[in-house]
Structure formats: C-alpha cells, structure tokens
C-alpha cells in the first residue's frame, strides 16, 4: 500500500476488520463506515479505497496467512493469537480519542487567535 498519513500496520488492521466483519452488517458500505470509526480513519472512502486495493493485489489472502503474533500481554508463545480488545476498552479508547480531537481543535484556534493578535502587534515594515 502506498504512504500517507496512516501508518501502514494500521491499513492492514482496518482492510483485515472490514474483510471479517462485512458479512455481520447490511451492506459492505455500512462495514467500511463502522470500522473507519472504530480505527479514527476520517473518511470512509479512503478505507473503502484500500479495500478494494487489497482486494485487487491479493493482499488480504497474503496477509492473513502471513500474519505475526503482535506483542499483547496474555500471549504465551510465538504464533499465539493477540487478545481481542475487550469492549470496555475500545469505548474508553473511543473516549479518549474524542477528547483529544476536541482538544486539539481548541489548541488550533488558541494558536491562530495569538497569530492574529500578534500580526495586530507587529508593525508593517
């Protein structure tokens, strides 16, 4: 998959959560929306995008046969399986992310209302 602002590791879980849920919703469009929520993607198109690039390359076959352990506490060997996050967790991480977009909005005007005062301050030279 090409660069940008997504790690790549993060393409591959989000690609792999649609490919294995899509059949639990009524339609795939409506799997790639919940699951570009559920990993903070901001535009389901672009997860859709990767999809069907997946699909088309063969990556998701390759991927999940290919698959390495990740490093979550409670596994007890090379090849055994992550845990699946617990949905308690997933909602306080959901809680989390949220206040930090909000967060980081609130810095965003803080900074462009101190430009604007400081550009007022600055005389023209």
């Given at each position: 998959m090409v660069s940008g602002p997504y790690p790549l590791e993060l393409r591959r879980r989000a690609v792999h959560a649609v490919l294995n849920t899509r059949d639990q919703y009524p339609s795939e469009w409506q799997a790639i929306l919940a699951n570009s929520e559920r990993f903070g993607i901001r535009t389901a198109e672009t997860l859709r995008t990767?999809?069907?690039?997946?699909?088309?390359?063969?990556?998701?076959?390759?991927?999940?046969?290919?698959?390495?352990?990740?490093?979550?506490?409670?596994?007890?060997g090379p090849g055994a399986a992550p845990a699946a996050p617990q949905p308690s967790d997933i909602d306080r991480l959901n809680g989390e992310n949220a206040e930090l977009r909000c967060t980081i909005g609130r810095l965003a005007a803080v900074v462009a209302l101190l430009a604007d005062e400081l550009n007022r301050q600055i005389p023209d030279v």
């Open positions: 990767w999809v069907r690039k997946a699909e088309a390359d063969g990556e998701h076959d390759a991927a999940e046969a290919t698959a390495t352990p990740s490093t979550v506490e409670g596994n007890v």
